[in-house]
């Protein structure tokens, strides 16, 4: 990559904005201003266009940041180049070539380089190919300086004058040993099993209980997300996360558990247990939040671009949703985290027929005494998965 590669990709990023001014009134002419509703736009009509997509993450990191100083993958070089009338990245670049400027199709090694390599390795010094040979060095016997060397006699009786001296106290010397390292051995392994079971207690002596959730109107799984709250005594209380089929397992010594369970389409619900003589297993049943659950159906539901069903649709979100709603998006990225939008806002973009809309979720949400809708919190999850 060069700096010139990133003065292309810049001027690529303007040619896109231009490609989508075409047929497009997004609430700022200037492409890094977009945001919300004016993404998934974009994002339809480079589906439509190209035949490709990029992430909401993508768009932030190359879109939002000018200039760049890193540039995208390929793939997406190509992608937006298609979207903006040219055959590939490399013709985009063909056409804008700056002064001096020389384009390479590719990167192979050239005949000169490759001659060029050649012509080191021949060069370079050769190793010795014989292995350098070893010196044997000779022993020779050690003299003997026995005076009496000749006389077999007296050597015969010098051998038999070895006696071994104190042969009785070596051998006790070690069998007093043996038992002495024998004893710390018991000791020190009776000390390890001790600091094991102290370190360990709460493992060994614990009991698993297993917990799973159903709608108690359906009969079936539970929708989303459970948010579980166990609470002990002098403690600060242990959160837990639930995904939906899920089930919750909890490891305790303790004689009593309570659990303060909630899930944005579902009551509030807390449990106490005395698990003395509580089953391993339960099956709680949770009570569902039928406006809750009203406003997500159609939050997500697909009208197939037919008007009488999109006005339906508004409608029965006007109903749901209080005109003082506090609604959230919550964005992947580290640009931006948050937006907030009103109440026509949301209904405008839940009732755009777009793909994006299958990946709605709701991260949280609530109601006042009268049932109206009067908090969304929620997300549209990306379908590009990050290499």
Not at 71 to 92: K, T, V
Not at 116 to 123: D, F, R
Not at 298 to 314: C, H, M, Q, V
Request: aromatic share 10%.
């Amino acid at each position: 990559m060069t700096d010139l590669d990133l003065l292309h990709f810049e001027q690529l990023k303007k040619d896109v904005q231009v490609q989508y001014l075409k047929e497009h009134t997004p609430s700022h002419d200037d492409i890094s201003k977009w945001k919300g509703i004016d993404i998934i736009y974009f994002q339809e009509d480079l589906r439509k266009k190209a035949k490709g997509n990029i992430s909401e993450k993508s768009f932030y990191t190359y879109f939002k940041n000018s200039p760049v100083t890193k540039l995208p993958r390929i793939d997406m070089l190509n992608l937006l180049s298609i979207y903006a009338g040219y055959e590939s990245w490399y013709g985009f670049k063909k056409q804008h070539l700056f002064a001096g400027e020389l384009l390479k199709e590719d990167e192979e090694i050239t005949n000169d380089e490759l001659a060029e390599i050649e012509k080191t390795v021949t060069e370079s010094p050769a190793l010795p190919s014989e292995e350098i040979p070893v010196q044997k060095q000779e022993i020779k016997p050690t003299e003997n300086t026995d005076l009496q060397k000749s006389n077999t006699d007296n050597q015969e009786i010098k051998e038999n004058q070895k006696i071994p001296a104190a042969a009785g106290t070596d051998q006790i010397k070690p069998k007093k040993s043996f038992i002495r390292r024998n004893i710390w051995a018991a000791v020190t392994a009776v000390l390890v099993i001790l600091t094991g079971l102290l370190g360990f207690k709460d493992v060994i002596f614990s009991k698993t209980y297993k917990y799973c959730f159903t709608d108690a109107d359906r009969g079936v799984g539970v929708v989303n997300t459970i948010e579980i709250k166990v609470i002990k005594e002098n403690e600060s209380p242990i959160l837990y996360k639930i995904k939906p089929g899920e089930c919750f397992y909890y490891s305790t010594k303790d004689k009593n558990l309570k659990m303060q369970i909630s899930s944005p389409f579902y009551e509030y619900l807390e449990i106490n247990r005395s698990l003395e003589n509580a089953p391993a297993e339960e099956i709680i049943e949770l009570k569902p939040d039928d406006y809750k659950m009203a406003a997500y159906y159609f939050s997500i539901k697909d009208a197939n671009g037919d008007p009488e069903e999109l006005k339906r649709k508004r409608n029965q979100l006007e109903s749901l949703i209080s005109k003082n709603a506090v609604i959230y998006q919550i964005y992947d990225n580290n640009i931006y985290g948050i937006e907030r939008l009103d109440k026509q806002k949301y209904i405008t973009l839940v009732t755009t027929p777009t793909t994006s809309l299958k990946n709605l979720s709701v991260i949280e949400m609530k109601k006042d005494n009268n049932g109206k809708i009067i908090s969304i919190k929620f997300k549209i999850a990306t379908d590009e998965k990050n290499k």
